[in-house]
């Protein structure tokens, strides 16, 4: 009777030394945003759904808002990393593999994608393994693509940004670690300063930067508009992830928990699609009820003229990303 009731009590710690004990591999999912945003929500459906799907042989553990890794850094330890039981995930946005490739540089273009359509027409087609090429063998292995939405301009002062160059000028902008997005800054009139996502609020809020282009739930999670006066709604480029594994970790892992990893992780790109749309609206609709930044349409030739001012950055670009990529890809949308 006695052991009966030790085994009893017992029981449950048995069974979560069982499952801590069961999970054969490890797969570390860091990134830099908050957990409700598009990627938070996708990062962590997808922990949820290989742990079902691997029965518990695979444990997903999501580190949100740079508590293990910024997106810089992330690459890195993937890179080196060679493990073959703990594995590095990460869905750094496209424009941070500029170390790595730069044909994926294409994402960056100013006014490259009208909407979000086609986005996806590019990201569903043959065009993107020709993007991905070669990263393997940098030691990172493409798995997907996810959205966050189209990027917005805000700023700190007197008036929006409304003309280019003259509302740009003397300004600083923070972009992410993108060659393109400080050239179209230069463009526009302004000057860029590239620092990691985590130190964006307390630069705009301490003035080292005057304004910044992001996503409506980024600027929200984050709140960029509590210390920004104005935000111009340019969707002048697009802001999505690649989601990345170590090349070493993912080549290792045997073909059945491989199969269910990438279902999942099938499953989990789908829902991204649908957060990012809910979050775009929601986020945008709570920053203008917040009345800290005003929110400003820009007129259809104000919009003609940011595109205008940022062209020359295509030519400037077009033999490093390859020619003939950007010209399938003004194919695929249907550009001249
Ligand atoms: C940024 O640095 O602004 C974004 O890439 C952050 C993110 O992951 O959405």
Redesign the pocket.
């Known amino acids: 009777m006695k052991n009966l009731f030790r085994i009893l009590l017992l029981l449950p710690l048995a069974c979560i030394n069982m499952q801590v004990f069961a999970a054969e591999y490890t797969i570390k999912f860091s990134?830099?945003?908050a957990a409700q945003t598009p990627?938070g929500q996708a990062a962590d459906l997808f922990a949820k759904l290989v742990d079902e799907r691997t029965h518990g042989r695979v444990k997903v553990e999501v580190f949100p808002n740079s508590q293990l890794y910024d997106?810089n850094k992330v690459l890195e330890a993937m890179r080196l990393s060679d493990s073959k039981t703990t594995g590095i995930m990460a869905a750094?946005?496209l424009?941070?593999f500029v170390k790595f490739s730069n044909t994926l540089q294409a994402f960056d273009l100013p006014y490259l994608f009208n909407d979000m359509n086609d986005v996806h027409k590019l990201v569903d087609s043959p065009l993107m393994d020709r993007l991905t090429t070669g990263l393997d063998k940098k030691g990172l292995h493409a798995l997907t693509v996810w959205d966050?939405g189209m990027k917005v301009f805000s700023i700190n002062g007197k008036k929006p940004l409304r003309r280019t160059p003259a509302d740009f000028k003397g300004k600083k902008f923070r972009i992410?670690s993108s060659k393109i997005a400080g050239s179209m800054i230069e463009h526009l009139g302004g000057t860029p300063q590239s620092l990691p996502?985590k130190e964006v609020y307390t630069a705009l809020s301490q003035g080292v930067v005057d304004g910044q282009e992001?996503t409506w739930s980024?600027i929200h999670s984050k709140k960029f508009h509590e210390v920004q006066s104005y935000i111009s709604v340019s969707n002048h480029s697009y802001?999505g992830?690649l989601v990345v594994v170590s090349d070493e970790f993912w080549k290792n892992l045997p073909a059945d928990i491989r199969a269910a990893v990438a279902s999942a992780l099938k499953d989990a790109t789908k829902a991204n699609r649908e957060y990012a749309i809910i979050a775009d609206k929601a986020d945008r609709k709570k920053v203008e009820e917040d009345k800290h930044a005003k929110v400003v349409e820009l007129s259809k030739s104000e919009r003609a003229a940011w595109r205008k001012a940022t062209a020359p950055v295509w030519k400037e670009f077009r033999d490093e990303i390859g020619g003939d990529v950007i010209d399938d890809l003004n194919k695929l949308l249907g550009r001249k």
């Open positions: 990134h830099v945003v990627k997106d750094p946005s424009s941070k966050n992410q996502f992001n980024n802001l992830y």
